[in-house]
């Protein structure tokens, strides 16, 4: 058992398919294409309003359209919004850390992003990514940027270069954290981040078969309030998330980190994300890494029927962080 599955195209490949079908559809969901230096761009947010459509569809590309992506209503009571988004997958590896992690801060002379997708895979410079056996080559390259700008000629050069093809193959869609599609590509990530903890915390990601997510879908921020986005966002997976995993492995494994895995057990724990992120100097790498996980996980064995469930809902601070 344990072993990963193999896909007969490349998990670039797939997002590349993914890629055209929403180019095809750009007006209908509020984006606009364009070319860099060769490379297509898909806007999602930065000179155009996007949509719930779009946000699915930067969700689908960031996870290599390796999983199923919907919107589904949520109890205003508990989540302080009327919509969540959920994710399920049968490839939680590939799609989440292989893929949809933000693991690559694009960096040029002229341009700053958060990169994401299976562009990544293509880098494979990422310490996770060796450690996890996570790379392929080959064509087309396929990536979204979290950002309030399109990419620069040399921030697609250096794309290019660190992924060892041509800029004529590169598919990137872009879209800031306080746009429609932009927060929703984020509040996908609820499995993703139960995933990472997992990572750090020793734990054998490649035991976990199966996975399902869901997090509340804040309400955007103000244009260009970058803080903001960046703060419900996240404040959906710390106090509003709930993941449940499928998991191939011993119950000692899994009862040593299962309590770990919420954000609860972080120093960080307990205010709107956008307050520990000013204390921060807004520097992601100084908050505590432990933070970045669900509010609520379930674990169930596939070896013995056992199943495990931590954390709780924080409503107040949703509240707080939504409408405060």
Known sequence: MNDQPTYELSINSQAASLFDVLSDIK??????????????????????HGSVAAGLGLAG???????????QPADPDRYATTNAVYVQTDHPLHACLGAQYAGWPVQSDDF??????PMRLARGREEMLGELELTETGSPVVGVLESDSLPTASAIKLIAEQCQVETSELRIAVAPTSTIAGSLQVVARSIETALHKLHEL????RTIISATGHAPLPPPAKPGDMASGIGRTNDAMLYGATV??????????????????????????????????????????????????????MI????????????????????QSFFG
Request: hydrophobic share 40%.
């Open 61 to 71: 590309l960031c996870m290599g359209d390796l999983a199923n992506i919907e919107i």
């Open 112 to 117: 700053f992003a958060m990169g994401s997708g």
């Open 244 to 297: 449940t995993l499928w998991v191939d492995a011993d119950d000692e494994a899994i009862e040593a980190v299962a309590s770990q895995v919420p954000s609860e057990t972080s120093k960080d724990h307990g205010r709107p994300f956008k307050d520990v992120f000013k204390d921060y100097g807004y520097d992601f790498y100084k908050v505590d890494p432990m933070l970045f996980s669900p509010a609520v996980v």
């Open 27 to 48: 007006d209908e969901i509020g984006c606009e294409t364009q070319e860099i230096e060769g490379a297509r761009i898909l806007d999602a947010g930065v000179h155009t």
């Open 202 to 205: 020793k734990f054998d990601v």
């Open 300 to 319: 169930h064995s596939l070896r013995t029927g056992r199943s495990w469930h931590h954390g709780k809902l924080y409503s107040d601070v949703l509240r």
